[in-house]
């Protein structure tokens, strides 16, 4: 019971419940297992448990006539799967979930789940804003496939991943496939890989699957001269203040 505590407890989504509210939660969930590459499930399957990732990473994506796949996010843990079905009460999912490798996830019984909501304390306002997030984000990613290059959209994207990760932002490994951030950013790989040798000139030098920005500043000028949000975004804060602790300016 202590470990499933924790584990709840390591979830942003359950970190502010009450002790009685976090047990009710655990009589009623389960964590299960999903092999590298297995569905958690697909679209049209019955919408049955809210999931919530607790190791691993999902690619959640659809399938075009033609067999192509268009990814529409790519979640690690402490992320939910599908809450924006769950909340909208449909009753079937609306794209397919696998697992990019070893997975664990929380499942809630979705009928469960909303017949107890109301006795969950925050944990309504705390989907409701992460959906609210979603929502904006992919407002931004609308945004920027209308103004940014194709170059300007992966500089961004290597920066948030960066951020996400917690990457030495001098040199790291990408934590996923070319092939599914290509998909991620709406690209066909051939695309993507040329797309990467231009960065170069601009800051970052990406060699197989190894990423090092050798001018942070060079690449934020780079990908943020057409976003909206430049001047507040989250993600620069973010990498500078690391960049900070790093050198030692932050201690």
Known sequence: MNMEIQTFRALPLFASLSADEAALLIRNSRISQCKRGRFLYMHGDANNYFYVVCRGTVQVFRETPDGHEITSNILIAGDTINADEVVSGL?????????????????????????????LGSLSAHLLTGLADRLRSAEMEAEHLTTMSAAQIVACYLQKICVLYNFDPHGFELPYTKTLIASR?????????????????????????????????????????????????????????????????GA
Do not use: Y
């Open 91 to 119: 009753t079937i999912h609306m794209a397919n979930a696998r697992a990019v490798d070893e997975l664990a996830v929380l499942e809630i019984p979705v009928k469960w789940l909303r017949d107890n909501l109301k006795d």
């Open 185 to 249: 950013l709406r690209m066909e790989l051939e695309t993507f890989s040329r797309t990467l040798q231009k960065l170069k000139d601009q800051g970052v030098t990406v060699t197989g699957s190894h990423v090092s920005f050798s001018n942070i500043r060079k690449a934020e000028n780079f990908s943020c001269s057409e976003c909206s949000i430049a001047e507040d975004c989250a993600t620069h804060r973010l990498l500078h203040a690391r960049l900070d602790q790093r050198s030692g300016r």
